[in-house]
């Protein structure tokens, strides 16, 4: 029995002095939150965001930036990391990675090197955010500061999340998203593109972080749209709302339209769409049934509210307004980009399987392109604001 409990103390006293194999102290790794990647006369530029430099440890000014960046250069990603290791004197951990961007130029060429070199590292989780730059390299957004939040990288990452909600002009992206859109049958990748408003050379100075206004600022409010990793083409704002509204991935939507010769606006909420998809001679048809409920937010028109017939006037003119949004975007889509970006045959090869294995080899170039969507938009204004009446309408 002592021997037992003997041999029970000693596996018990091994298991607490054995160490992990591939342990490193924490003082030798590199913290990465961010990651650019660029190319430039046929080399890639691949730029690093380290967030544990000397600079989280000292006792800086708040104003100051607690990140640091490296770059490589080479023929292949490999190497240009390679490179932008043996300036770092530190080992990169990208287990903390908040948001990979990619640049315009190198997603119009092809982005599988970048996608497959994140692939292969163990440390990543695979679930940070994937965005493309546009008009502007993607190192130079990781360089560009912002006073709400400590990086860059971090900055990206929360536009993301809050604007998600409440305008539905941004997706909630992630690396793994991507990679299922590729790996997937009929449905293409859509990305969030950044661009940068304002001096980006002023943007990456710290004294800039001292001004009422910065010097510059990130907007997301467009889509990059995909045929397989190649970039095709980017979104316009109505376009972005049209994309998350047929993919059902929206919160709030701010729609604004025509009175008389001004404008009003409603938030719409609680929108759902439905695909209805039948076959003709193996052709699909599809009706897109879209169902939301609104307030109205501001009118710079004369409308008495109180009135039934008025609202209804009102439900039809921003169902109407709708309806063109979706059929401007699904325009865009089908005869500009040829690319089922809503995975309407992916919903096909899903639920039926049989008719996808007769079109799927014409869906990219002929089908899809060509294929009649009839849009249905039924918008219940049930709520009118603060008034009854529009102060237009009140004050006379």
Known sequence: MMKKIKI????FVAFLLTGCGNYRELNDLAITTGIAFDIKEDQYIVSYMIANSNKVETDSKGSE??????????????????????????????????????????????????????????????????????????????KTLTPLESFPSQNIAEIIKSNNDDQSTIIMQKYSDVITDLLDQGVEPIINGIELEGDKNE?????????????????????GVFKKDKLLGWTNHDETVGINIINNSTGFVLLETKCDDKYMTSTLKDIKTEPVITFENDIPKIKLKIKADGAI????????????????????????????????????????????????????????????????????????????????????????GSLEQSLKEVVK
Not at 328 to 351: P, V
């Open 65 to 142: 930036t607690k990140s640091t960046i490296y770059e490589g250069r080479g023929n292949t990603i490999s190497s240009a990391y390679i490179d932008l290791n043996s300036k770092n004197p530190k080992i990169p951990y990208i287990s903390h990675l908040e948001v990979v961007i990619i640049s315009e130029d190198l997603a119009k060429q092809g982005m599988l090197e970048a996608l497959d070199f994140l692939m292969r590292n163990p440390e990543s989780r695979k679930e940070f955010y994937i965005v493309l730059s546009k008009g502007v390299e993607a190192g130079a957004l990781l």
């Open 203 to 223: 943007g990456q100075i710290q004294d800039s972080l001292e001004k009422a206004t910065p010097s510059a600022t990130m907007k997301i409010d467009t889509i």
């Open 8 to 11: 029970c103390l000693l596996l």
């Open 297 to 384: 937010l501001e009118m710079q028109c004369k409308r008495n509210l109180e009135e039934t017939k008025v609202m209804k006037e009102l439900e039809k003119d921003f169902s109407e307004r709708l309806k063109q949004i979706i059929n401007e975007t699904l325009n865009t889509t089908q005869k500009e980009y040829k690319s089922d970006i809503f995975g309407f045959g992916n919903y096909i090869y899903k639920n039926n399987l049989k008719k996808w294995n007769v079109i799927n080899e014409k869906w990219d170039e002929e089908i899809f392109p060509n294929i009649t969507i009839d849009v249905a938009v039924d918008i219940n204004l049930n709520n009118k």
